[in-house]
């Protein structure tokens, strides 16, 4: 896809998404109505789907930064940082995003933000540690990219979409463990049909909501690659960087529903060759591997 249609891309599938969302979680309400003969159950399913893409909306971004206790960067204490961020947000021709500091050694970052104007980058203090300036330019680059094409909007919404999909999910299968005991004599006399599509629904919805956010992560990391190599004319800065971050330590205090958020796995489960990634491991990888997009930044000279 050309680099400057990805805005309107984002933005197309971030409506799909809350669509999509708001269908499956009211779908499954329904079901659960129709099997349980209790019209509240789907009036719930319908506030619940509301009010999530609500919050998914205007509170995604704070719910991703509070859960990494990330705090505002200092502008002395962080004074090359923040010029550096800075000078590739005039660059790139975005606002200055605000700049978060997660205090842990592993260096890593992400940036999150319903939209440029509202756009933070955070990056953790191993990665300012040990990062040269060229490197850590490359990786601000990559997230500059993120926000400017949108991507931190649907990457970071669809946590709280995923989510609310395994909460619906894990709520109606326990409506049937220990619930229907007290409505036998109502649902013995559902369709044995949506008895079966309600135990499907359990299952499959929070793993392809699963699939799709890390389908989603694996594609936008390759064009934000390809994005930040253009911004700052010296591919090999973020190529060194992702060497470096892949080498390091694992980033303990990761949630699986945020993995995707930052430039490298968390875990590096990235890092593993290529050729050892069977097919089914691949669709479960938040990230592409870095062997790959390295490969990709250095012939993109």
């Known amino acids: 896809m050309n680099l400057y249609n990805q805005k309107a891309s984002n933005i197309r599938k971030t409506w799909a998404l809350f669509c999509v969302c708001c269908i499956a979680v009211i779908g499954i309400g329904w079901i659960f109505s129709y099997i349980y003969h209790d019209d509240a159950i789907l009036y719930i399913a319908i506030a619940l789907s509301i009010g999530t893409n609500l919050v998914a909306y205007w509170s995604s971004d704070t719910i991703a930064l509070a859960s990494y206790q990330a705090h505002e960067a200092d502008k002395t204490t962080h004074k090359e940082l923040y010029r550096s961020v800075e000078n590739l947000s005039i660059t790139a021709g975005v606002p200055m995003p605000r700049v978060f500091v997660i205090p842990t050694d592993s260096p890593n970052a992400f940036a999150t933000g319903r939209n440029p104007k509202h756009a933070s980058i955070a990056v953790t203090q191993g990665l300012v540690d040990r990062l040269e300036p060229s490197e850590l330019e490359g990786v601000l680059a990559h997230e500059l990219s993120h926000v400017k094409n949108y991507d931190t909007l649907i990457m970071t919404v669809v946590v709280v979409l995923v ?122 990888m938040t990230h592409p591997p870095i062997e790959e997009r390295i490969k990709a930044l250095m012939g993109s000279k």
Do not use: C, W
Not at 200 to 209: N, R
Not at 216 to 237: C, H, M, N
Not at 248 to 271: C, V, Y
């Open 163 to 284: 989510g609310v999909l395994s909460l619906t999910a894990q709520l109606f299968s326990r409506t049937m463990m220990f619930g229907g005991g007290r409505r036998d004599s109502e649902s013995n006399g559902a369709n044995p049909l949506f008895m079966i599509l309600g135990i499907v629904a359990i299952i499959v919805a929070p793993i392809a909501g699963t699939l799709l956010q890390f389908a989603i992560s694996r594609k936008r990391e390759f064009v934000a690659d390809a994005s930040a190599a253009l911004l700052t004319r010296y591919p090999e800065g973020l190529a060194h960087a992702l060497q470096k971050i892949s080498t390091s330590e694992p980033f303990g205090k990761t949630k699986q529903a945020t993995a995707h958020l930052f430039i490298a796995n968390p875990m590096h489960l990235d890092a593993v060759p290529q050729n050892k990634i069977g097919f089914i491991s691949k669709l479960f």
